[in-house]
């Protein structure tokens, strides 16, 4: 692919810039209080198939400015619920669900590269969903207020975190998130497993999450971390199932650039150095699991 | 369906009420240390079923007297096993198996209003299954002792607990109670992540989930909460089948009258006033899975 | 079958004792950090196979020497990545990928008896997956350092780490160990609940297991752990096929041998005494799931 430059991809609702194989994304909306947008929604996507696709990129970091009114207070629904579809989806009638929230949601989880949401603010809605459940790793406010508030709104969980929460938290604590539609803070038993990292300052959030990228980035491999993410996405239906599947995975590493130099480095006591990239590596079976296609098509049937 | 009066509907194992939409459910056999029987099965079984299809009824809270000897000290089985089958399954031979306790899970499960067990007392086999892993919430006095037994006892752990625990939980902590029939108390690492609310005293626990309750009733949407606790009980098979049908509901309930509401109270900067019922909402899509007959049937094939 | 004498097998790399119906296996590799090598993996399949068929046999017990350097290191791979494969698979060549490692959690997950890992000393990569995941319960050391290092070797979570830790944690805490390769203690919160007990010393680990074992031999029924295990591993694909299934095993168990001693003692105020076996027990739907074959097959097709 020809390699974009990332803060120069003509975006509005975002910044982005590309430093030390991470990519940085700042949502840039804070006079709208960071709510999401068709547009908002449409450079993310574009951004995550990007950085997928870009063996620079080792992780995309997700955040806001720290002193925006919030990291993400969802959707502008002051014009409706209408937001929430493209203007294509919408003229294509009732038939047309896909939420953009949703396929954002898909994309980030697509995404092979590490992926970390830097939650310096107020989440609620979408800020809640498509901004940090698909994600690897949230780092978040200590003094943050979270909401899941869709119940309170007459409208149903959205952007696929029925399917997220209960995995990434048991199904107790994504009931109580889910269906009061509380106000919590990060440190709340509810919610606190969600996340890798709380930090007591807004200001701190970011950097303690570029610091952690940054280490893994270095000591890490490319290709191990894309195959670790299918893995635990995409584990197969039994203990048998994913036996077959990840002694197969590491059958093909053992003898792959990074497994090779994995060991080379154990054997001479010293830190490894994974140069291998996800387009240089090929693999006959990967990915392993059937990918549901979830574009609309318009059909007379 | 012609409204029920639930407080006159010859209960005798029970109490029952309806108030501000919430229908509370106490279990009333206090000399026999609130043991569960046939008939309070039956009983229980009729009211979740009845409280399902009511639309005056947003909420059921099952408590106990806070002076019994338990909530629930599980089945009487001083005269057998028998006690966990009724009279006809027994009749029918070994191919009968459906034990009431699990009959009950399914229907609280499948109840689409907002469910929680409000365990103000000691509570050990079906008191810790039937009644209170099917519920949304639970709410339950600190001092609590709380045993699933069922290895202690020869048997297996019944009531759907083999299915239920693990997915509130995870499996760590799941196995630590069903494979040890360990007596815990609510604030022991292993069970406190299955609580929503843990009180001091027996005294608190129903007012605590009554007040919760209210305001969930007061500000939650009867159509969306169902939607959501469909979409946790049966979120698809993959993030992408989620998206397919968490999509598809919103765009429906956008449109729906408590969406409207949502909309028009976010814009008038005022608290939603929901007023859409289940039986005035009718959707193509709903329910969306395929719900299993657990109804045995005597046959000579 | 012929009841084995455990320390009688021949073992080189692990010493076995059976004493009051508990299996206790030290690996005995001291002098090697405890690393894995195949002959240590195919010792211990073969005792865990033993232990699931011997009637004797009530519980598992896995240790290490508690002044050993490590409860286990993992795989020694100074000689290459080829370690993780026995030799009869290595001279297959690359379709054939089985590791070792996925063979033993297998054969540890399928071991009908109770199962504990008492981890007295630091553990990484196959100390922390084969010897620890798919076991019933964990003891460890507090002082214990816990890595699962694979995305910081250029391969992926083996031993199908990557299908029993999300089932054990939730995929948050699982993705914060398994795609950091972080090094962690068993009182973080991204590992704490994988473990039934911490412990202060390494000395404590091992008697703290045995104790916790003997209470559990001489109080719960054989036929009913195995019946509990095979329930939380394969549950049913939803709530109502889970009733089918364990609605069924209680109606089979009610009329066993140790069903109707838990009955008789509960009658006459007595702590059961459970004698009934595997062997002994028989029933024409266990196993009620579907047991994939893992074997690899040389064929030409």
Chains 1, 2, 3 share one sequence.
Request: hydrophobic share 40%; glycine share 6%; net charge neutral.
């Amino acid at each position: 692919m020809a390699l974009p430059d990332y803060s120069a991809l003509g975006h509005k609702e975002i910044l982005v810039s590309l430093e030390n194989h991470i990519v940085v994304i700042v949502i840039n909306r804070a006079k709208y209080r960071n709510t999401y947008n068709q547009r908002t929604v449409h450079e993310l996507n574009e951004v995550f198939d990007l950085c997928d696709r870009d063996d620079r990129v080792r992780a995309v970091i997700l955040t806001a400015e720290h002193d925006a009114p919030a990291f993400c207070s969802g959707a502008d629904i002051s014009g409706g619920w209408d937001i929430l579809w493209s203007p294509e989806t919408l003229s294509e009638g009732d038939q047309a669900h896909r939420d953009t929230g949703g396929t954002l949601s898909v994309a980030v989880y697509r995404c092979r590269k590490i992926t970390i949401a830097a939650v310096n603010g107020h989440a609620a809605g979408v800020g809640m969903t498509a901004l940090q459940l698909p994600f690897d790793f949230r780092f978040v406010w200590a003094g943050a207020k979270l909401t899941f508030p869709f119940v309170r709104r007459g409208i149903a969980p959205e952007a696929v975190s029925s399917y997220l929460l209960p995995r990434l938290l048991g199904h107790s604590r994504a009931s109580s998130l889910l269906l009061t539609g509380a106000t919590v803070s990060p440190n709340s038993p509810y919610i606190e497993a969600l996340y890798h990292k709380i930090l007591p300052t807004r200001e701190e959030v970011l950097p303690a999450a570029k610091a952690f990228a940054e280490e893994l980035v270095a000591n890490t491999s490319q290709v191990a971390i894309a195959y670790a993410k299918g893995l635990l996405q995409h584990p197969g239906e039994s203990i048998e199932e994913n036996h077959l599947i990840d002694s197969r995975i590491i059958r093909t590493l053992a003898s792959s650039p990074d497994g090779a130099e994995g060991v080379n480095a154990f054997k001479e006591r010293r830190i490894p150095k994974f140069t291998e990239t996800l387009s240089q590596h090929s693999s006959p079976f990967y990915p392993w699991w059937w990918r549901l296609d979830i574009k609309h098509r318009r059909t007379k049937l």
